[in-house]
C-alpha cells in the first residue's frame, strides 16, 4: 500500500481560472484515483486512470499520468466557486492494497 | 436511490456509551470500507470487508467492531467511547477491492 502525496497543500485562485494539483508516489501501480471532498460531505470519485493510460478527460477535469515520474496531475479548466473543496488522490497497486489518502490540495475559488 | 447511505448522520453521546453506525450500499458491490477522519482532516482506513470476509484491520482498538450481515451492509459497533473517538466516520463500497470507491454522507460523532 502507498501514500500519494499531494502538492500544493493549498491553491487559491479566481473564478474562471485553471487550477492544477499534482501527485506523487512511489511504487509501481495499477491505476490512480483522484476523489474530491467538499466541507462536510464524503468523498467524490472523480477520475480513475489505469497505469496504461497517459491522460484522462471527463468535463472540465484533465488528468495526466507519468509512470516514469511517478506523478499524476488533475487540472480542472475554468474553475467556479463550486470546485471549491479538497482533492485526494489515491495511487492503486494490487487489489491487495489499501487506500492510504494524504492531506490533498484544498483549493478555494473566489468568485 | 441514494448509492452509499449511513446513519444517524449525526451522534452525539457521553463516555463510556456504546453506540452502533449503520451503512447499506444498493450498488451492488463487493468490497465496504469504513474511515475515520479527525479533525485535521486525514482520512484513515480502519476496516474493509470483501464479500462479508474482513479483509483489511488496521491498528483500531478492540472496541471499534465492524458487522458485515450481507455484502449490502456494514455496521460499526463501538464500545466504551471515549472523547478520542469523536471524529466523522465513513463508510465506502467498490465493486472490486481497487476499484474507485463510492464514500457515503459521513457520520459525525461527538463524545462529550
Known amino acids: 500500500s502507498q501514500q500519494g502525496e499531494e502538492d500544493p497543500q493549498a491553491l487559491s485562485i479566481q473564478e474562471g481560472e485553471n487550477a492544477t494539483m499534482n501527485c506523487s508516489y512511489k511504487t509501481s501501480i495499477n491505476n490512480l484515483q483522484w476523489y474530491r471532498q467538499n466541507s462536510g460531505r464524503g468523498l467524490v470519485h472523480l477520475i480513475l486512470i489505469r497505469s496504461n493510460e497517459r491522460e484522462k478527460h471527463s468535463g472540465r477535469l484533465r488528468v495526466t499520468l507519468d509512470t516514469s515520474k511517478k506523478s499524476s496531475s488533475l487540472l480542472i479548466t475554468a474553475s467556479r466557486a463550486a470546485d471549491t473543496a479538497s482533492y485526494f488522490c489515491?495511487?492503486?497497486?494490487?487489489?491487495?492494497?489499501?487506500?492510504?489518502f494524504g492531506p490533498g490540495t484544498s483549493l478555494s475559488v473566489i468568485p | 436511490d441514494t448509492a452509499v447511505s449511513q446513519t444517524p448522520k449525526y451522534l452525539v453521546t457521553q463516555m463510556g456509551n456504546d453506540k452502533s453506525i449503520k451503512c447499506e450500499q444498493n450498488l451492488g458491490h463487493d468490497t465496504m470500507y469504513w474511515y475515520k477522519q479527525d479533525s485535521k482532516k486525514f482520512l484513515k482506513i480502519m476496516f474493509s470487508?470483501?464479500?462479508?470476509?474482513?479483509?483489511i484491520n488496521e491498528t483500531v482498538p478492540n472496541r471499534f467492531s465492524p458487522k458485515s450481515p450481507d455484502k449490502a451492509h456494514l455496521n460499526l459497533h463501538i464500545n466504551s467511547l471515549e472523547l478520542g473517538d469523536s471524529a466523522v466516520y465513513f463508510c465506502?463500497?467498490?465493486?472490486?477491492?481497487?476499484?474507485?470507491?463510492?464514500f457515503g454522507p459521513g457520520t459525525r460523532l461527538t463524545v462529550t
Open positions: 489515491a495511487p492503486r497497486g494490487t487489489s491487495y492494497d489499501k487506500v492510504i
Open positions: 465506502a463500497s467498490s465493486l472490486e477491492r481497487n476499484l474507485e470507491q463510492y
Open positions: 470487508y470483501n464479500n462479508k470476509e474482513l479483509i
